[in-house]
T-cell receptor
């Protein structure tokens, strides 16, 4: 079974600085998706960024980028120019592709990292 | 982007009663929806996979008779917590995936259930 590990329960960063959140995972699959989700106090899950395992190029979305190391099974999230609105819980998540075994799978989440932005 | 609506956003019920939570995909059809449970300050744990027109698939340790799932249409899945007890109090979140290679999961707003 796949597992997702986030080893940083809490991180703090100064506004406008850069922070990196760590995530490692374990799977025997070769094709899968990795995600970072943001959960603000409203508890609505918001997709931050997605990476497909077959793509070697790291995904980027404006101030958010990932460092995807497939061999090391590592998937870290870098937030540049941190803003107060970035404060939230961040969850790393894994999902098999639909083509691996037919049908859609649910997500496997890490335990989350609470990101604090210091003004 | 696609929208998934979950209702109610919060509910308080008495022990022994049943509570139904609805999850609707508003602008796309979802043959599969997922139900998660989140305890305070913890992660989301997948409870079950809701399949349109067939039985739900439950994760290990989840009581299927306690958490009844019905997926009667391509846009609606319901989770019924039967004979609720205080330990069932939690935050329940549904999600639905769009299809295709660029599949993406969209989450409902979640339901906070409190059993008193």
């Amino acid at each position: 079974a796949q597992t997702v590990t986030q080893s940083q329960p809490e991180m703090s960063v100064q506004e406008a600085e850069t922070v990196t959140l760590s995530c490692t995972y374990d799977t025997s699959e070769s094709d899968y998706y990795l995600f970072w989700y943001k959960q603000p106090p409203s508890r609505q899950m918001i997709l931050v960024i997605r990476q497909e395992a077959y793509k070697q190029q790291n995904a980027t979305e404006n101030r958010f980028s990932v460092n995807f190391q497939k061999a090391a099974k590592s998937f870290s999230l870098k937030i540049s120019d941190s803003q107060l609105g970035d404060a939230a819980m961040y969850f790393c998540a894994y999902r098999r592709t639909m083509y691996s075994g037919g049908g859609a799978d649910g997500l496997t989440f890490g335990k989350g990292t609470h990101l604090i932005i210091q003004p | 982007g696609a929208v998934v609506s979950q209702h109610p956003s919060w509910v308080i019920c008495k022990s022994g009663t049943s509570v139904k939570i609805e999850c609707r995909s508003l602008d796309f059809q979802a043959t599969t929806m997922f139900w998660y449970r989140q305890f305070p300050k913890q992660s989301l744990m997948l409870m079950a996979t809701s399949n349109e027109g067939s039985k739900a698939t439950y994760e290990q340790g989840v009581e299927k008779d306690k958490f009844l799932i019905n997926h009667a249409s391509l846009t609606l899945s319901t989770l019924t917590v039967t004979s609720a007890h205080p330990e069932d109090s939690s935050f329940y979140i549904c999600s639905a995936h769009t299809t295709g290679r660029n599949t993406e999961a969209f989450f409902g707003q979640g339901t906070r259930l409190t059993v008193v």
